[in-house]
């Protein structure tokens, strides 16, 4: 890895700042004081910086319990964004992995690993994402069938011309349907809901692919996921 690099991911340093640091001779590699931001280093290297060692944060992966009321952005608009939620080192490293509008809970995925993140949203991958909906008004068997085809066929949204993917969908009682899509269009669930005659009232996402919300985790709280659960993607 360039030294560079290294500083401004070791650091609060932005690339640039690390350039000017280094040109300043203020960064040791192994006691020696190295001016190119080129410089190839590794974590085994005694990196400083005034003399204090650095050490770099390497990839995170957390599993949050969102909670309704918070964006999925890194800059918000109209809301607090699930970022603040976080109190790890460099949190401005770290990014949501696809999102959830406000008002749905659930699971979310955070990290600060781009490729990792592209193999999970990655519509090639088909990776299925189910969510828990409270309905408005109650839903009859007879009808859930018929609704389980449609979904199964794919439903045209408004706006759009291309039916979605095959979806899932099974009534677990009468106010409440758990939905399986394997896209991440704009308020997917809500728009497939809305087209079919349904009005959602609470909307919560239970599983990525293999993975599920940690029932421990109460709404705002995350954890790191374990070495299984990322190889899961």
């Known amino acids: 890895m360039r030294l560079d690099r290294y500083l401004s991911e070791a650091t609060e340093l932005t690339r640039s700042q690390a350039k000017r640091v280094l040109r300043l001779e203020e960064v040791t590699v192994n006691g020696e004081p190295v001016k190119d931001g080129a410089r190839q280093v590794s974590d085994e290297d005694d990196i ?4 204090e ?6 990839w995170r992966y957390l599993m949050m319990h969102k909670p309704v009321g918070v964006e999925c952005s890194l800059r918000p608009t109209h809301y607090p964004s699930v970022m603040e939620l976080i109190e ?16 749905t809970s659930g699971l979310l995925l955070i990290t600060d690993d781009g490729q990792w993140t592209h193999r999970v949203t990655s519509p090639n991958r088909a990776c299925l994402k189910r969510y828990r909906a409270t309905l408005e008004a109650p839903l009859s068997d007879n009808v859930a069938r018929r609704l389980k085809k449609r979904f199964e066929a794919g439903i045209v949204l408004q706006g759009e011309e291309q039916a979605t993917r095959p979806a899932t969908f099974e009534r677990l009682a009468d106010h409440e349907v758990v939905i399986g899509v394997t896209e991440g269009r704009y308020h997917q669930v809500r728009r497939m809901t809305a087209a079919v005659g349904l009005s959602i009232v609470t909307l919560h996402r239970e599983s990525i692919g293999a993975l599920s919300l ?17 190889a899961s993607f």
């Open 88 to 103: 790890i080192p460099q949190r401005e490293r770290l990014h949501p992995v696809g999102r959830l509008d406000v008002e």
């Open 48 to 51: 400083r910086w005034q003399e």
């Open 53 to 58: 060692p650095i050490t770099r944060v390497g």
């Open 214 to 230: 940690d029932a421990d985790l109460e709404p705002g709280e995350c954890r790191f996921l374990t070495a299984e659960e990322i």
